[in-house]
């Protein structure tokens, strides 16, 4: 089922154009060698997001335990920790800037804490408290700049804030159960965002106007994560129903499947190469399959994490990707 702009249904048969068909010619991708490249160990239970600095070597995590930890990837130290108040900070985000990280949880909110390089420097007596939900947070993204924040929450809404004085600037309405992810267009300009939920729905939004202008349910399960192509004119997401699906918006329609008979486990987090042309998705069996985005075929299967892979983020530069998983750990992939 696809919703039309005009709010009118439509059913789809199997897509007039598969990204395999149009692909035919494409040359297969060669051999592909990925490893785990570092481990980085300290959260003491599962660790649920994650997120790369702009510098393209620091990384926040967000875990189970209520810990939030910034690292930097290249030496695997810890560079700053903060406690949270709550369990389960199943949301955690970098500034643009790289001097501030967002996380929130089942406290219904999302702080903003400032980063300094004053090691004795408190930073819970500096949080700030931007987002207030009616029920968990389960995603959070910093626009194009510091000053503005957008939520995802199992309230069914997702919602743009002020972060210095924590106004409510939009909320945006029309999932109909849990909202668990976001991913903001990725052009400059860009002021549309993409939601999943538990209503298997995927829909993309206007941040000016707070209007859905793009709604898609092909899926069979939750949507537990969404991700932009580079281009900013498709998006894939990754569902329990234990396949990735793409969809393009100028053609308002799914244009893939990424699934195989073999896989029953649910994708919980999915992300671009830098070129578009691999989808990494990380799944509840404690795998990472890499799919070639064109031909709708899997190019690689990555073994490591020894728990179900929570969360997933291709670096700004593109060199590499980080895992983050049950077993209390992430990893760092080349």
């Known amino acids: 089922m696809a919703t039309r702009r005009d709010g009118s249904a439509e059913e789809f048969p199997e897509p007039l154009f598969a990204v395999h068909q149009v692909a035919e010619r494409v040359e297969a991708l060669g051999q592909f060698v990925m490893k785990t490249r570092r481990t980085l160990k300290g959260h003491g239970n599962k660790v649920l997001c994650m997120d790369w600095c702009k510098d393209k070597r620091r990384i926040v995590s967000s ?6 930890i910034v690292w930097d990837s290249f030496t695997t130290n810890k560079e700053h920790a903060v406690t949270m108040p709550c369990t389960w900070v199943m949301a955690c985000a970098y500034a643009p800037s790289g001097c501030a990280i967002a996380c929130g949880g089942l406290d219904n909110k999302c702080s903003v804490y400032p980063l300094t390089f004053d090691k004795n420097e408190n930073m819970a007596a500096k949080k ?13 993204s910093f626009t194009n700049s510091d000053m503005q924040i957008l939520t995802a929450s199992g309230d069914g809404t997702c919602a743009l ?7 409510l600037l939009q909320s945006f309405h029309g999932h109909g159960a849990d909202v668990l ?27 000016r106007s707070g209007q859905c202008i793009q709604s898609f ?11 932009y192509y580079p281009s900013g004119d498709a998006f894939a997401s990754g569902s329990d129903d234990a396949t990735c699906r793409l969809y393009d918006l100028r053609a308002d329609r799914e244009v893939a499947i990424y699934s195989k008979e073999s896989i029953i486990f649910g994708a919980s987090s999915v992300d671009f190469s830098l070129s578009g042309r691999l989808l990494f998705a990380g799944y509840n069996d404690y ?10 075929s899997r190019v690689s299967i990555l073994f490591g994490h020894e728990n179900r892979v929570s969360t997933l983020r291709v670096s700004p530069d593109g060199t590499a990707f ?8 992430l990893r760092i992939w080349a």
């Not at 700030?128 to 959070?140: G, I, P, Q």
Request: hydrophobic fraction near 30%; charged fraction near 20%; charge should be negative.
């Open 63 to 68: 875990s189970q335990d209520g810990k939030v």
């Open 128 to 140: 700030k408290s931007v987002a207030m939900h009616t029920n968990y947070l389960s995603a959070c």
């Open 161 to 167: 804030w002020d972060v210095e004085s924590g106004q």
């Open 181 to 207: 992810c976001l991913d903001l267009a990725p052009s400059e300009t860009g002021n549309t965002f993409v939601s999943g939920g538990c209503d298997k729905k995927a829909m993309v939004w206007d941040m």
């Open 217 to 227: 349910e092909t899926h069979d399960s939750d949507i537990n994560s969404v991700r």
């Open 287 to 296: 795998t990472i399959n890499v799919w070639d985005v064109l031909k709708g």
């Open 322 to 329: 980080c895992s983050g998983s049950w077993d209390h750990t």
